[in-house]
């Protein structure tokens, strides 16, 4: 880096500290908004079996929400490292199967059923699949004798080189074990009295471990995989929620056994089954699934798994409790089976009985719950794929069996049982595809309408339907080389048979969005300049209201308790990557216009400055800054509070297998009148070091360590209260990780 570069950027930082001393504290915002998830490949390309897989979420999970991860009908979420809103999966200890198949995202909701959120498709296939075989074919060819001078030889097995891979492929056992120490050795509290009573130190150790083996006979296959895990801190056991201190310290997590028979597959252990969105929809528990195709038009699936989450050997088959317990299964007809899913019907029938039993996920079942039901899926698309719909139909019959561990006297009055139906369409057309603009650029536009229905009172146990509402969504995508945009309308009603007790509630939101690489519009393409700036820019306008007055709700007595509120929130975003620097300033407004009758004043407007600043000076060594200005303002009350963060963090690589990082974070808030002034201050630093050594198949060993000093400090004003609260917390962890495989 050139002199003029390193002024500059010193230049930079220094006004940016300028502007951040200058400025005064800020209200932050933030949202909890549907989760989301995206991953780090691409899923039209190919993966090898080892390719690590990152799984990322549009916002932190909440302490209360749970993620579950399936490929096919394998729960693989304890084989994904957790951190604040990423999952990690690596491959190098359980290689991804090989084939096409599905990687599925869910959020563990708290009555125990599994929401699909994201769904990715993987296509794994072997390093040696994408050679070319040209040369060993011509390489045969040329070994070949003539014809004249064919000779027999008796092949021995050193001659064979085809023997040892043979052995391989008819089994095939892989050990994981991973033994953990975490110790937090130090702790030092301000004042003393906020020094916890329990656990301010503690040494603890951790054990997880994988048993994976594949076997092959014929056309008998069969793999296999148990997951352990344990804890020396009795609470972090996998069975405490249940069984408190007698939970076992080592326990098995999760099992699958697949076995295929020809064409026929089953799998046992912690499996999935269901493809209908509101009956049965990837149920995850332990239990038997299978899948098999009858003919080329024809096949045919099911499974009967245990109504709620199961770790342990306890019910070790899940099959244990028939009165705990959902079945289903489903005929699959492929009308065109030269052309998968060109025009596909399943037809789903679903048996579901849950008791008031523990969960180890989910918690309590308050009550007994009992619901059968059937349902239709109905796919098709054209033979370019520029047409798809996908419509699903579903129809339960639920209630409340007698519960005699509830009411054990039988005093209780039964509920009527309620057959209801929810049905589904997701349609989308390709109006434009590859319509050449430029040599380089084509053009795409696609149009996606959805629309889902649930009748009051819909509720099916093997799929988390929301009841009583009706949603639409049109979307029109579009792109042209790096240049993307979208628009988007949504609608949703509840209160669908007008009860005129209820509020009934409508949602109205609208979508903009566009990505805008200014390279694409100014300068040349095969040489753009660092200088132009990738553009981003979003407005979503929601409009949520009620209608009407309920019927003796209470509303006639404070009518602006009605809801009436329009949101509107802009994002734009400008990033510029030099070599060595990138710059990235985002801004965003919100404004909430209240309009409910007699609030109309109590308005909410708020807007955020950010600027990143990334430097990466060397190889081994990067550093960021970063500062964000907040501001909040109550236009009825007239109270505006700002906040400012300043944020450092650097990143040095030493040596190989070493890093050092740091984090130092200052954030200052209050309100315009100086009333209040808050600052926080976060410093952490860390060294990390990991050793691997790899010998052979089964003389593999890994070592991972680390130690963590944190230092948090807290400050809280209140002139009107002469209030004046401060808190410091220094803290030291460290790791040890020992992997054999």
């Known amino acids: 880096m050139n002199g003029i570069s390193k002024n500059f950027i010193t230049l930079l930082i220094l006004l940016l500290l300028i502007i951040f001393a200058g400025q005064q504290n800020l209200f932050a915002q933030g949202g909890n908004g549907d989760l989301t998830a995206t991953v780090i490949f691409k899923a039209d390309e190919p993966l090898t079996p080892k390719t690590a897989i990152e799984i990322s979420f549009n916002r932190e999970l909440d302490q209360t929400e749970k993620v579950g991860i399936t490929i096919e009908k394998t729960d693989v979420t304890g084989l994904f490292i957790k951190t604040e809103s990423r999952f990690f999966y690596n491959a190098e200890l359980m290689p991804l199967p090989l084939g096409i198949s599905t990687l599925t995202v869910f959020l563990i909701q708290q009555n125990g059923t599994w929401k699909e959120i994201s769904r990715f498709p993987l296509l794994v296939q072997s390093p040696k699949e994408s050679e070319p075989s040209a040369v060993a074919d011509s390489l045969n060819e040329t070994e070949k004798p003539a014809e004249g001078n064919k000779t027999e030889e008796p092949k021995t097995e050193d001659q064979n080189p085809k023997t040892e891979e043979e052995k391989k492929s008819i089994f095939n056992f892989l050990p994981t074990f991973t033994i953990a120490m975490k110790a937090q050795p130090f702790q030092s509290n301000f004042p003393t009295e906020n020094r916890p009573e ?3 130190t503690f040494n603890d150790f951790t054990f997880t471990g994988s048993i994976k083996n594949e076997v092959k006979v014929g056309n008998f296959k069969s793999d296999s995989n148990f997951d352990f895990a344990g804890s020396s801190f009795k609470p972090e056991t996998l069975q405490f929620g249940t069984k408190g201190e007698n939970a076992p310290d080592i326990d098995l997590a999760s099992y699958l056994v697949n076995f295929q028979i020809g064409k026929a597959k089953f ?4 499996t999935s089954f269901g493809n209908n969105r509101h009956l049965v929809s990837s149920f995850s528990s332990r239990g038997l699934s299978f ?6 038009r024809f096949d045919i699936s099911a499974g009967v798994l245990n109504g709620t989450s199961l770790v342990g050997v306890g019910n070790f088959s899940g099959l244990g409790r028939v009165r705990h317990q959902v079945q289903g299964g489903t005929l699959g007809i492929e009308f065109f089976p030269k052309r998968q899913n060109a025009m596909r019907l399943e037809i789903t029938g679903f048996n579901g009985y849950l008791q008031a039993l523990n969960g180890v996920s989910e918690g309590r079942i308050n009550d007994a719950e009992r619901s059968r039901g059937f349902g239709l899926r109905f796919v098709t698309s054209d033979n370019s794929d520029r047409f798809k719909l996908e419509f ?17 006297e039988g005093n209780a009055v039964p509920l009527p049982a309620t057959v209801r139906s929810a049905s589904y369409i997701d349609a989308s057309y390709q109006i434009l595809k590859d319509i050449k603009l430029t040599k380089t650029k084509n053009l795409n536009l696609n149009f996606t309408y959805r629309f ?20 639409q969504d049109f979307a029109l995508d579009g792109s042209t080389g790096e240049i993307s945009f979208q628009f988007a309308h949504g609608r949703f ?9 209820i509020l009934k509630s409508l949602t109205r939101s609208n979508r903009f969005s566009v990505i805008l690489p200014l390279t694409v519009l100014i300068g040349k393409p095969e040489k753009p300049s660092p200088f132009l700036p990738r553009l981003g820019y979003s407005i979503d306008r929601t409009h949520q209201f009620g209608i009407g007055i309920p019927v003796n709700g209470g509303f006639e007595i404070d009518v602006s308790s009605i809801p009436n509120q329009v949101n509107t929130n802009q994002n734009f975003n400008a990033g510029w990557q030099f070599a060595k620097v990138n710059f990235e300033y985002t801004y965003s407004r919100t404004f909430a216009d209240n309009r409910q009758n007699g609030a109309e004043n109590a308005d909410q407007l708020g807007y955020t400055h950010g600027i990143t600043v990334g430097v990466n000076p060397l190889q081994i060594l990067s550093f960021n800054v970063g500062l964000n200005f907040d501001t909040s303002n109550n236009l009825e009350l007239s109270e505006i509070n700002r906040t400012k963060t300043l944020t450092l963090g650097v990143n040095l690589q030493p040596f190989k297998n070493a890093t050092f990082s740091g984090n130092f974070s200052n954030t200052l808030s209050g309100d315009a009148a100086n009333i209040v002034n808050n600052r926080n201050v976060n410093f952490d630093v860390q060294f990390a070091y990991n050793f691997n050594l790899e010998k052979s198949k089964f003389k593999k060993f890994g070592m991972q360590t680390f130690i963590r000093f944190a230092d948090t400090y807290s400050r809280n004003r209140n002139f009107s209260f002469d209030l004046n609260d401060r808190t410091r917390t220094r803290i030291i962890n460290a790791g040890l990780t020992f992997n054999f495989f």
């Open 198 to 200: 329990e656990r301010a």
């Open 452 to 471: 889902e229905i649930a009748e009051p009172l819909y509720k099916s146990l093997g799929a988390s339907a929301s009841a009583d509402k009706v949603s």
């Open 493 to 501: 009603n509840d209160n669908l048979r007008n009860i005129p007790s």
């Open 267 to 270: 799998a046992w252990g912690h």
């Open 291 to 296: 899948e098999m195709p009858i003919n080329k």
């Open 392 to 408: 699903g139909y579903a129809l339960s019959r639920f209630f409340n069996p007698e519960d005699t561990t509830l009411d054990p």
